[in-house]
């Protein structure tokens, strides 16, 4: 039997969706087309569509994972699973300095006063460590996410020169959805709780049914990015 229209246009975006970000991540993995190539990952409720992608063109990939040690202990086992059904191999972990965590944040307690400090320390300034020496970096962000994600082109810049790729920015959470079920990917144990955005423990909550996907993240404060994608407290959206 014919499948109905409706069906056949739901395969054709999804064909077409795919087939370009497989196209982006290639020219950016396989073929470097802005030097080297790494990508960063929470493996939160939605990174397994990408690092599922990012497996099919190498798997060799440098994927780096941005541990806090505030992480959940579910996003520490999903974080191993992901890389080893998908044989991901460089997976590696990026956490603060020991002893700058000892300066600034002894006692664990930065993100009660200070949230926006306590990102920088345990996210922006490792990162951008980790990035020396890579031209480009792949990111999972989504238009669909939040307001502040919503301009988000498919390659931008950083405030350091790199290339900053999204190759999942016109992706609808529908999308997402049926990669999961194409693929039978694994998902975040977290989800069916209730988590849609799954960050640092003492700053995540559960979602109510049909608000923002990160109304989780930071809730009750205007804060909506930990920093990676904002420099001097404007979301970075600069254009390649």
Not at 141 to 164: F, M, N, P, W, Y
Request: some cysteine.
């Amino acid at each position: 039997m014919q499948p109905d229209l409706g069906t056949r246009i739901r395969e054709i975006n999804a064909s077409s969706l795919e087939t370009a970000a497989l196209a982006l991540l290639d020219e950016a993995i396989a073929e470097k087309a802005h030097g080297e190539a790494a990508m960063v990952s929470s493996f939160g409720a939605e990174s397994a569509v990408l690092l599922h992608l990012a497996s099919q063109v190498d798997p060799t990939v440098p994927v780096l994972f941005i541990d806090t040690r505030m992480m959940f202990a579910e996003t520490l086992d999903y974080q191993a699973r992901l890389a080893g059904e998908f044989g991901l191999t460089d997976v590696r972990h990026i956490s603060a300095d020991s002893r700058e965590l000892r300066r600034n944040d002894v006692f664990g307690r930065l993100h009660l006063s200070n949230p926006d400090a306590c990102c920088n320390l345990r996210k922006t300034v490792p990162l951008e460590t980790a990035l020396e020496g890579f031209g480009c970096w792949i990111n999972g962000r989504k238009r669909h996410q939040s307001a502040s994600r919503a301009s988000i082109r498919l390659a931008e810049t950083d405030s350091s020169g790199r290339v900053k790729l999204n190759p999942l920015a016109f992706w609808e959470a529908e999308d997402i959805e049926a990669y999961f079920k194409r693929y039978g990917l694994p998902r975040h144990p977290m989800v069916a709780k209730g988590f849609t955005s799954i960050g640092c423990a003492p700053c995540t909550t559960r979602v109510a049914g049909g608000a923002d996907p990160r109304s989780g993240r930071w809730a009750g404060l205007e804060k909506t990015e930990c920093g990676i994608h904002i420099e001097n407290g404007v979301v970075s959206r600069t254009a390649a």
